[in-house]
């Protein structure tokens, strides 16, 4: 009996240091899915890790090392971060997401933004559940293009940075967290000169 209490105890001991990284590499709903060409996709909220397995990594790893942080921005970016929530929007099937979100998430890295503060969630390209995932947060969101960068403070939206930045992501993410007149592509606020 005293041994089988003990294992129960390291048992519920080792389950509980395993919870945080289990939450991180593994949220609960998350899907998997071939579409009608037989690509995978991701669906559903999830984590970086996800998106460094195959076949996934194939396009992630490379755009993140390729990547060259402007660290010199990133030194005024990274105290403004604290107390934000940052969600990406994007699809794995898109070719902004996949040149965007490593490139995003490296400059993140560089700052050292709080993965706890990070939300990915992965959207269809299938037609009947076009640009939505499958707990729908994108709903009231006005997410019409990928990725889209949504940067918040108290539950409440900053700013954001829709398919590619302005300028860079450092100076968007900037702007946006300075408060300063930031208006993201495909905005109806954004002229464009003749």
Same mark, same amino acid.
């Given at each position: 009996?005293?041994?089988?209490?003990?294992?129960?105890?390291?048992t519920l001991l080792l389950t509980i240091n395993m919870l945080p990284l289990m939450a991180q590499s593994d949220p609960s709903y998350f899907q998997k899915i071939k579409d009608a060409n037989g690509n995978e996709q991701l669906l559903g909220a999830c984590s970086r890790?996800?998106?460094?397995?195959?076949?996934?990594?194939?396009?992630?790893?490379?755009? *993140?090392?390729?990547?060259?942080?402007?660290?010199?921005?990133?030194?005024?970016v990274e105290p403004l971060l604290k107390n934000k929530k940052i969600t990406i929007f994007l699809g794995t099937w898109c070719g902004d997401s996949k040149r965007e979100v490593?490139?995003?998430?490296?400059?993140?890295?560089?700052?050292?933004?709080?993965?706890?503060?990070?939300?990915?969630?992965?959207? %269809?390209?299938?037609? %009947?559940? *076009?640009?939505?995932?499958?707990?729908?947060e994108e709903w009231?969101?006005?997410?019409?293009r990928v990725p889209t960068?949504?940067?918040?403070?108290?539950g409440r939206e900053s700013g954001r940075?829709?398919? *590619?930045?302005?300028? %860079?992501?450092?100076?968007?993410?900037?702007?946006?967290?300075?408060?300063?007149? *930031?208006?993201?592509n495909y905005s109806s606020q954004r002229v464009v000169a003749d």
């Open positions: 009996m005293k041994k089988y209490i003990i294992f129960l105890c390291l890790i996800a998106l460094q397995q195959a076949p996934f990594v194939n396009w992630f790893q490379p755009n *993140y090392d390729s990547y060259v942080v402007d660290s010199a921005t990133c030194k005024f490593p490139r995003i998430l490296k400059m993140l890295d560089c700052c050292n933004f709080p993965a706890g503060q990070l939300q990915l969630i992965m959207v %269809s390209n299938i037609d %009947s559940s *076009y640009k939505q995932s499958p707990t729908h009231g969101r006005n997410i019409v960068i949504i940067i918040e403070e108290g940075i829709v398919e *590619y930045p302005v300028i %860079s992501l450092e100076k968007d993410l900037l702007a946006i967290l300075r408060n300063n007149k *930031y208006i993201p």
